[in-house]
């Protein structure tokens, strides 16, 4: 089955730019989805369509996909951007969606 | 407001049943798929199964690991989804999400419930 391989882990200072990133094989020719998750509570879409950010989510997140890799930029990271983050594609061949494991966000 | 909200987990013995379920407000939810994700503790998310809207023919599909031991229905007069879970092991223990989706494969899960835990142990 398709596979999506994420850093478990980037640490960024407040005000500056991170990016998490989502490899997987001609992830390009897919749709990415992202999602925050932070503990005890449900995951929240914050980027779709590879591009696209839901009303409700600021500005400061965008997203690319080209290639073998996706990523998720979140720009003037706060606090409060501290989560988990995953990347979600639909893999045709199986027929059902795969998560990539996870890259957790920490705030410095 | 679209809200799902998950209900019924608990402690159960390994080898046991527990059904799970996720019920829906705020939205047509016989025009929507739900799907099934579950987290372990420190663990990722996992997709865990789905079944598709009455016009769809409810067609329901699974994970590998839960094939065979996990069945997911709904009651679209009651707006609601179930997950049927038997021979529960250890490593199902985990919070288990519900999501709606619209069927188009490459549209998001935008809207998840809160979880309901589920806890296998002797």
């Known amino acids: 089955s398709y596979v999506l391989t994420q850093p478990p882990s980037v640490s960024v200072a407040p005000g500056k730019t991170a990016w998490i990133t989502c490899g997987g094989r001609?992830?390009?020719?897919?749709?990415v989805h992202w999602f925050q998750k932070k503990p005890g509570q449900a995951p929240v879409l914050v980027i779709f369509?590879?591009?696209d950010r839901p009303s409700g989510i600021p500005e400061r997140f965008s997203g690319s996909n080209s290639g073998n890799t996706a990523t998720l930029t979140i720009s003037r990271v706060e606090a409060g951007d501290e989560a988990d983050y995953y990347c979600?594609?639909?893999?045709?061949?199986?027929?059902?969606?795969?998560f990539g494991g996870g890259t957790k966000l920490t705030v410095l | 407001e679209v809200q799902l909200v998950e209900s019924g987990g608990g402690l159960v013995q390994p080898g046991g049943s527990l059904k799970v379920s996720c019920g829906a407000s705020?939205?047509?939810?016989?025009?929507?798929?739900i799907h099934w994700v579950r987290q372990a503790s420190g663990k990722g998310l996992e997709w865990v199964g789905r079944?598709?809207?009455?016009?769809?023919?409810?067609?329901?599909a699974y994970a590998a690991s839960m094939k065979g031991r996990f069945t997911i229905s709904r009651d679209d007069s009651k707006n609601t989804a179930y997950l049927q879970m038997n021979s529960l092991k250890i490593e199902d223990t985990a919070v288990y999400y519900c999501?709606?989706?619209?069927?188009?494969?490459?549209?998001?899960?935008?809207?998840w419930g809160q979880g309901t835990l589920v806890a296998v142990s002797a």
């Open positions: 999501s709606r989706h619209n069927g188009y494969s490459t549209s998001p899960f935008d809207f």
């Open positions: 705020g939205f047509t939810f016989s025009g929507f798929g």
């Open positions: 079944i598709r809207s009455k016009t769809n023919n409810y067609a329901t």
């Open positions: 001609n992830i390009g020719s897919k749709t």
């Open positions: 369509y590879d591009t």
């Open positions: 979600q594609v639909w893999d045709s061949d199986s027929d059902h969606p795969v």
